[in-house]
């Protein structure tokens, strides 16, 4: 009979851990991210389904190969993966993985060792963040702050050829651009007349009067 229930724990046991197993497997293979495991030896021991299509490679082949291989800077990989396992974690480590096709990706890795149960240290596990969009959208807002500071250069360059005064005023009443003309009339620079008022200047005339 003591038997008979030590084979039933047993079977319940590796059932449970299957089941762990399994739903641990499903989860990695759920995430939109490419997750990785990465040995002592800089080798990848697992990978999802995710770092399969980021890097055109299958998983065969992904195991066991060079974690640092698929990167446009092996070195840099290299070191990320050792500073994880030298200080435990790292978080947001940039780096661009390539494709099979030669296309890149800007990523940002968080990475942490996984022990066993022994509290031994058995590798890295790695999450990868696709930054392109993030890039891009950088890229088009700077490109947006080029172009306006392009047009208030020629605006700039277009009232002050006219020979009369010219401004424009915030709802404060106060100064926010002014012309050249304007900076001759009151003997001021732009940047001593930006942020006044005309109640400022009348001022100003009157205590040199």
């Known amino acids: 009979m003591k038997n008979f229930f030590n084979r039933t724990g047993r079977k319940k046991l590796k059932a449970d851990m299957r089941a762990a197993s399994l739903y641990a497997r499903n989860f990695i293979e759920a995430s939109?991210?490419?997750?990785?495991?990465?040995?002592?030896?800089?080798?990848?021991?697992?990978v999802n389904k995710a770092t399969?299509?980021?890097?055109?490679?299958?998983?065969?082949q992904l195991i066991g190969s060079d974690f640092a291989n698929y990167f446009t800077e092996p070195g840099k990989a290299k070191e990320g993966y050792k500073q994880v396992f030298s200080q435990g974690i790292v978080r947001d480590y940039p780096l661009t993985l390539r494709n099979a096709s030669g296309r890149t990706t800007d990523v940002l890795y968080n990475a942490s060792v996984y022990k066993n149960e022994a509290g031994e240290v058995q590798g890295v596990f790695a999450v990868a963040r696709d930054?392109?969009?993030?890039?891009?959208?950088?890229?088009e807002s700077r490109k947006k702050s080029e172009?306006?500071?392009l047009l208030s250069n020629e605006l700039e360059i277009i009232i002050d050829s006219i020979p009369g005064l010219v401004f424009y005023k915030d709802t404060n009443n106060r100064f926010i651009r002014v012309n050249k003309y304007m900076c001759d009339t009151y003997k001021m620079s732009k940047k001593q007349l930006e942020g006044t008022s005309i109640n400022d200047l009348h001022s100003k005339e009157q205590a040199q009067a």
Do not use: F, H, Y
């Open 32 to 46: 939109l991210d490419p997750l990785v495991t990465i040995s002592a030896e800089g080798k990848i021991t697992d």
């Open 52 to 60: 399969e299509q980021v890097t055109g490679v299958s998983r065969e």
């Open 131 to 139: 930054i392109n969009d993030r890039k891009l959208a950088e890229i």
């Open 147 to 149: 172009e306006l500071q």
